[in-house]
């Protein structure tokens, strides 16, 4: 049901469209600043520049969960369509003259496959220099840095709040939403989230990212973290 949301919802479209237009203020207020460095803005790649709900899709209807064989066999053909507003969002940022580095969790041996796809729709800076894949951790907070030594990063956007902070990294429940409220002001000001009801760490933190368990055993502890009355 989730996938179907992100595929067939009008209010999904528009809240990806109303992460978007936020976006594009903070940009035209960054761009009227006096600044030391070039501007960057970091995003994230998949459910948020990219809708990857036809794999999500696919799997399910086959009986089957997210594995990476699958996935990279999927990424490979870069037939993934774009999340709503990234396009035009990405496109008026290169245009006033900021630079847009994607920082994905996706493997290296994915790299092919993920330009052809960004490539496809003529996203800007979409080429070997502004796109960092994953690099032995999925903690992103180095690549971030690295982006920082030679850009100001005007914003970051993504869909899983480790895409912003490494604060998020691997991290409980409660420090989450712990963390949440110690950076609020940050949120529709440096960091611009893309919602994602199918998949993300909010899920894997009440599993304790233990990635060994079957589907059943999944499926049982999430329905135990539900609230009812």
Partial sequence: FASLFQQQAAEYKALCFQAYNLAKMKIDQATSNNRAKPLAII??????????SIYAAH???QGKDYDATSWSAYTD???ADTVPGAYHFLRYAASQVV???YITNREEDERAGTLKNLQKFGFPDADEAHLLTKQGTSGKEPRRQSVSTSHEIALLLGDNLSDFNFLFDKKSV????TATNGVAAAFGRKFIVLPN??????????YRYNYTLTPAEKDSVLKSQLKGY
């Fill in 197 to 206: 009801p199918v998949y993300g760490d909010w899920e894997s933190a009440l």
């Fill in 59 to 61: 799997r399910a209807l």
């Fill in 43 to 52: 995003t994230d790649i998949d459910e948020t520049v990219l809708d990857n």
């Fill in 77 to 79: 053909m870069g037939i």
């Fill in 99 to 101: 630079d847009v580095f």
């Fill in 174 to 177: 409660e420090d989450r939403l």
